[in-house]
């Protein structure tokens, strides 16, 4: 018994001094170049998609319906999970299969998914299926806890749950200026999430730039506060125009945040990885009429002072 309670001592003190590295922001951040940057770093991101979304954190989480109804037992059942099978520690018991069969089949049949065929869908997340097997396990490398970690941009919807549960998590934020991304065809989150933050789908979709905007407000404006409150000096906010701008600053500076030496990583790959896409800006060929004032400020008070190009 006490050999068990040192053990278990021994895994939480591993948590407090190391923990992942989580990555997350409102779909459309530019989050899938932290996720480049990080796995060129040296860091395990687990399975992904070809966005380098951590198809174990969408298996299990990504779910409107669960997270909704998920009490503070269920929540913790799941993210021992996720860390069981990210880091290859151990096998999957009864009481996991009882959350990941219905996570399987839900994120196989659900209806933000239709546009995939089953085979491709199920083909995503069948290899957990096999990696949680007793035959699968020892033929896995365990993953360093010091160098692994995920990229999700729904990951900002649990941060207070991730917070308690990995208790030296460090979790980067990534902020993309919101008129942009209101005028971006990426509203996956507002589709799936907007209800959270009390923001409806319109009916008519030429006001869908609207509750996109919205929806960015109280997105970023909920995981700052909980990022702050929650991990203090383990949070940290990215905007992406400016590590696009300024890669030779930011890179480091991010590279440290996840407690790697920046000496240890070729940092000139890493700061020619974040390149401007043409659509920056691209909020200024449009009528900005259309929004909320509050809203407009809100932008501004995130960092994003709203500039009108002068006619030549």
């Not at 994003?304 to 002068?310: A, G, L, M, S």
Request: hydrophobic share 40%; glycine share 8%.
């Amino acid at each position: 018994m006490n050999q068990q309670l040192d053990m278990g001592l021994d895994a939480i003190s591993e948590r407090l001094v190391s923990g992942p590295l989580a990555i997350g922001g409102v779909g459309g951040s530019g989050t899938r170049v932290l996720f480049e940057l990080f796995r060129s770093a040296g860091f395990d991101m687990g399975r992904t998609n070809q966005a380098g979304d951590n198809l174990l954190f969408s298996l299990i989480f990504k779910r409107p319906r669960w997270l909704k109804n998920a009490d503070d037992e269920r929540m913790e059942g799941a993210l021992n999970l996720f860390e069981k099978l990210s880091t290859r520690s151990g096998l999957a018991r009864l009481s996991d299969w009882a959350l990941l069969a219905p996570a399987i089949w839900e994120r196989t049949f659900h209806r933000y998914n239709f546009n995939q065929s089953l085979t491709n869908k199920f083909s995503l997340f069948r290899p957990f299926v096999f990696a949680s097997t007793r035959t699968a396990i020892p033929k896995l490398r365990p993953v360093a806890k010091t160098k692994w970690g995920w990229k999700e941009p729904n990951t900002h919807l649990i941060l207070d749950s991730l917070a308690r549960f990995f208790c030296g998590l460090r979790y980067i934020h990534v902020m993309r200026n919101g008129l942009d991304m209101a005028f971006s065809g990426n509203q996956n989150q507002v589709r799936i999430w907007g209800d959270r933050f009390s923001v409806s789908i319109p009916e008519n979709l030429a006001d869908l730039p609207g509750a996109s905007l919205a929806y960015w407000v109280k997105a970023n404006r909920r995981a700052i506060a909980v990022g702050s409150d929650t991990l203090g000096d383990r949070f940290m906010v990215i905007r992406f125009e400016e590590l696009c701008a300024e890669p030779e600053v930011i890179v480091p500076s991010m590279i440290r945040f996840a407690g790697v030496d920046p000496s240890t990583v070729d940092l000139n790959e890493l700061i020619h990885l974040p390149r401007t896409p043409k659509s920056v800006g691209r909020y200024r060929e449009h009528n900005l009429s259309i929004f909320d004032p509050a809203d407009l400020q809100a932008v501004a008070d995130l960092g994003y002072p709203i500039r009108v190009e002068e006619d030549a």
